[in-house]
């Protein structure tokens, strides 16, 4: 796993890279969480969809909800980017578009989106 940082309007994001999936569980979670902060000094998370094991968009497995609970209570802020138009399920949806509404969780399409919302 690399991280790149990129810094706008005075805050720093860490753009996580990877050539294969590196969030699968809650310890995953917090361990991309904790490098960032380590190595960058930042709790802000921009991530590809595709580095995030699929069972996190299936709702009813409560890994979504566990991975963001924990990033809320050590502080830190993710902003996901990628397609997310094939996913059928409503509940899904409906999650993407109240976690957008607020300030630590965001689901985009682009990487430079996802930054933008990290340091608006």
């Given at each position: 796993?690399?991280?790149?940082?990129?810094?706008?309007?005075?805050?720093?994001?860490?753009?996580?890279?990877?050539?294969?999936?590196?969030?699968?569980?809650?310890?995953?979670?917090?361990?991309?969480?904790?490098?960032?902060?380590?190595?960058?000094?930042?709790?802000?998370?921009?991530?590809?969809?595709?580095?995030?094991?699929?069972?996190?968009?299936?709702?009813?497995?409560?890994?979504?909800?566990?991975?963001?609970?924990?990033?809320?209570?050590?502080?830190?802020?993710?902003?996901?980017?990628?397609?997310?138009?094939?996913?059928?399920?409503?509940?899904?949806?409906?999650?993407?578009?109240?976690?957008?509404?607020g300030k630590d969780v965001f689901f985009v399409a682009t990487e430079n989106e996802a930054v933008n919302a990290l340091t608006r």
């Amino acid at each position: 796993m690399r991280i790149k940082p990129i810094e706008r309007n005075n805050k720093v994001c860490a753009v996580v890279q990877n050539n294969k999936v590196v969030i699968t569980d809650v310890q995953s979670a917090l361990d991309v969480l904790m490098t960032a902060k380590y190595e960058i000094g930042t709790n802000n998370i921009v991530i590809d969809k595709a580095l995030i094991t699929e069972d996190f968009f299936v709702l009813s497995t409560g890994l979504a909800g566990e991975i963001l609970q924990k990033y809320i209570n050590y502080g830190g802020r993710i902003a996901i980017y990628g397609n997310y138009s094939h996913y059928t399920s409503k509940p899904l949806h409906d999650f993407i578009y109240e976690s957008n509404k607020g300030k630590d969780v965001f689901f985009v399409a682009t990487e430079n989106e996802a930054v933008n919302a990290l340091t608006r």
